[in-house]
């Protein structure tokens, strides 16, 4: 489950906050993007510290008690038994194949899923559509990535994702989330004392029905992001 919030319109929505929850619904990890970035002070950051990803953990004992646990850096170790599953945090690196290892000056994390039948993994990422005149943007409206890797015994799987990816038939409800892009307005910010048509066109992927990512600049050919 998740939640997301609006951007400049209506029509830009991101996830700002991601939940796992274990087969019995007694264990959970939530993963939020950090409202910090903006102001993120390394020089303040513990070594392993995570910087783009708040990450919470809670369960219920044997008596009913709610356990809510806070994890703070990267090297935390989860037990194989909280989800039946393996699980580690990492952090983009400039050396990935990707163009943006930051969101500002905070750098990009991911929490890797690995379990029998399917591996994701979620990631915080910005808002690559704004750049240039717009990049504070990029970083106010800094979301979550979810990336599927690998899923098994597809037959058993449920929910709006399978139904957007064809395994299962669409339902009325899901169907009523789509949006035909072609009708749907482009998001531009007004530029204060100039026109924007005169700045350079851009477009990126922030979700929607295909995980490509697209980036325009002034002069250059499109260049592709990975979608993590």
């Not at 690196?93 to 990707?98: F, I, V, Y």
């Not at 994390?109 to 910005?126: K, N, Q």
């Not at 004392?193 to 990126?204: D, L, Q, R, T, V």
Request: aromatic share 10%; charged share 20%.
């Amino acid at each position: 489950s998740g939640s997301t919030f609006e951007g400049t319109t209506s029509e830009e929505q991101w996830f700002g906050r991601m939940v796992i929850s274990s087969p019995d619904n007694a264990r959970f990890m939530e993963l939020a993007i950090s409202k910090d970035i903006a102001s993120f002070n390394r020089s303040a950051s513990p070594r392993l510290g995570f910087e783009s990803l708040e990450v919470t953990m809670w369960g219920m004992t044997p008596r009913s008690e709610r356990i809510i646990t806070r994890v703070l850096t990267l090297d935390t170790a989860v037990p194989f038994s909280f989800f039946g599953a393996d699980i580690a945090f990492r952090r983009i690196q400039r050396s990935h194949r990707t163009q943006f290892p930051t969101i500002g000056r905070a750098r990009r994390e991911c929490m890797d899923f690995v379990g029998g039948y399917l591996h994701f993994y979620i990631c915080s990422a910005g808002a690559w559509e704004y750049f240039g005149w717009q990049a504070d943007l990029a970083v106010k409206f800094a979301h979550l990535d979810l990336v599927v890797v690998q899923a098994q015994r597809t037959s058993e799987v449920s929910g709006l994702l399978p139904e957007l990816w064809g395994l299962k038939p669409l339902s009325t409800e899901s169907a009523a989330y789509l949006v035909d892009e072609a009708e749907q307005p482009a998001a531009q910010a007004e530029l204060p004392g100039g026109n924007s048509s005169e700045f350079c066109p851009g477009a990126a992927w922030a979700g929607g029905k295909t995980p490509e990512g697209l980036a325009r600049s002034c002069g250059e050919p499109p260049a592709t992001i990975l979608a993590v």
